[in-house]
């Protein structure tokens, strides 16, 4: 069984920064792709960034330059460096990993960002 543990989130004010870790555990097969998701409220969930055990990335238009996904295989964590944070940043982050039909979830941390 896999499991996923985020920590990071927190309340900043808008224009700063927060960092998001994701630490995998248990059976997981090392070719992978690791990412972030977001829900705010009334909305659906939405692909923030992912990056393959690679090295590929790709992220939503929204935070494309502001947000950086990054990882350590040897840890089997994935990191999510957000800056220039806005208010409509404000969700819920979720880690997820998928391992070709395969898929986990975190339980979720919390990012507000006042204005």
């Known amino acids: 069984q896999v499991q996923l543990v985020e920590s990071g989130g927190g309340l900043v004010q808008a224009g700063g920064s927060l960092r998001l870790s994701c630490a995998a555990s248990?059976?997981?097969?090392?070719?992978?792709?690791m990412g972030w998701y977001r829900q705010a409220p009334g909305k659906q969930r939405e692909l923030v960034a992912a990056?393959?055990?690679?090295?590929?990335?790709n992220y939503a238009d929204s935070v494309k330059g502001r947000f950086t996904v990054s990882r350590d295989n040897a840890k089997n964590t994935v990191y999510l460096q957000m800056n220039s944070l806005k208010p409509e940043d404000t969700a819920v982050y979720y880690c997820?990993?998928?391992?070709?039909?395969?898929?986990?979830w975190g339980k979720g941390t919390l990012v507000t960002v006042s204005s």
């Open positions: 248990g059976s997981i097969f090392r070719v992978n792709t």
């Open positions: 990056i393959t055990s690679g090295g590929s990335t």
């Open positions: 997820n990993l998928r391992v070709v039909n395969l898929e986990y």
